[in-house]
């Protein structure tokens, strides 16, 4: 995702929207003054394949302010994740705001993750909703959620999947969102060396519409949990996650065609022939396992190529900041220049 180098405006928010029709008008009311207050503005709305009305209301707002509230409408429903990429790649500010439009994340808490965000020269401030107003099949799993992330991952976060969150545009530079990894953008930008940080929000109840939460995204979530295990561990050495099993694998062929091919010498030996291979089938496992440790390897090795030949043709250093260099732009390798706050 390629950013300008030159922003349009101090703040781009982001906002998803999938059968919100009623709440639209409330949240622009209550949005609008805090971004004023804030500075120069864009709000970039992604209609997520409404059916409500949703999409027809969003065009009205838009003629009503054409010069700030952009609109990208899907087809059809695509989820949150694709909805947000959408918006992240056309945003033109200096930092980003994502926010839901259910009206529970209420806008007026911006002006405090700004606070936070300077105050403590973060990277990313998400908010905290401390007094959830949810029911129990939401609020439980999400503690559960938000525990084993920070257990696995070791952010220091105690909401995750916050949907009000501040970060500087560089952020957003190398994310891709899709299935359900908006839920693990903390982690990912954590990975990429980005500080992380947190403040409390109040967290209403919601005044209409109807919740877009399912039991069946528990098993999306634990894919997607996979998903992102493997990226930040194994992403730039592919060999290592595939290595283990290959030696898993070539271990125990080792260790079982060991026991048979030993049991096979004796019987020839002493005339036991029940130790014979022919009386044990069993062994078989040993070349069977053998295989699969090559396969394994194989894969890991393949997968080592293929980084490396993407590394190679899109050299981008993980540089925050550069003083006093010029780098020709043809450069493969041209760091990025961040400027001051």
Not at 78 to 90: E, I, Q
Not at 135 to 150: I, Y
Not at 213 to 224: A, C, H, I, N, P
Request: neutral net charge.
């Amino acid at each position: 995702m390629n950013m300008p180098k030159d922003y349009a405006c101090d703040y781009s928010v982001v906002i998803p929207v999938y059968n919100e029709v009623d709440n639209l008008r409330p949240l622009l009311n209550l949005l609008l003054p805090v971004l004023q207050q804030l500075g120069s503005h864009e709000i970039i709305v992604v209609d997520d394949g409404s059916t409500d009305g949703s999409g027809e209301l969003l065009q009205e707002i838009h003629v009503e302010h054409p010069d700030i509230f952009k609109l990208i409408a899907f087809r059809r429903n695509l989820g949150k994740s694709a909805a947000l990429d959408a918006g992240f790649r056309v945003t033109r500010g200096r930092f980003i705001v994502m926010m839901d439009a259910d009206l529970q994340d209420q806008p007026t808490e911006i002006t405090h993750l700004v606070e936070k965000l300077h105050k403590d020269k973060l990277d990313v401030v998400s908010g905290w909703k401390v007094n959830r107003q949810d029911p129990l099949n939401k609020t439980l799993p999400s503690r559960l959620f938000n525990w084993s992330l920070k257990k696995t991952f070791m952010v220091e976060v105690h909401d995750f999947n916050c949907g009000l969150k501040l970060m500087r545009a560089e952020c957003i530079q190398s994310l891709i969102l899709y299935g359900q990894l908006h839920r693990y953008m903390l982690v990912l930008l954590a990975h990429q060396g980005f500080s992380i940080g947190e403040a409390p929000v109040h967290h209403a109840k919601r005044l209409s519409g109807v919740s877009k939460y399912g039991w069946w995204r528990f098993l999306e979530g634990f894919m997607d949990l996979i998903t992102i295990y493997f990226l930040t561990r194994y992403l730039r050495s592919p060999l290592y996650f595939f290595g283990s099993y290959a030696l898993f694998f070539l271990l125990a062929a080792i260790a079982i065609g060991g026991f048979f091919l030993s049991m096979h010498i004796y019987a020839i030996y002493s005339g036991f022939r029940l130790g014979m291979l022919s009386e044990h089938p069993l062994w078989l496992l040993s070349p069977v396992t053998l295989l699969i440790s090559i396969i394994f390897f194989f894969f890991g090795l393949l997968g080592q190529m293929i980084i490396h030949l993407h590394l190679y043709q899109n050299h981008q250093p993980h540089v925050r900041l550069t003083l006093g260099l010029n780098p020709p732009s043809s450069s493969p390798a041209t760091p990025v220049t961040n400027g001051p706050d």
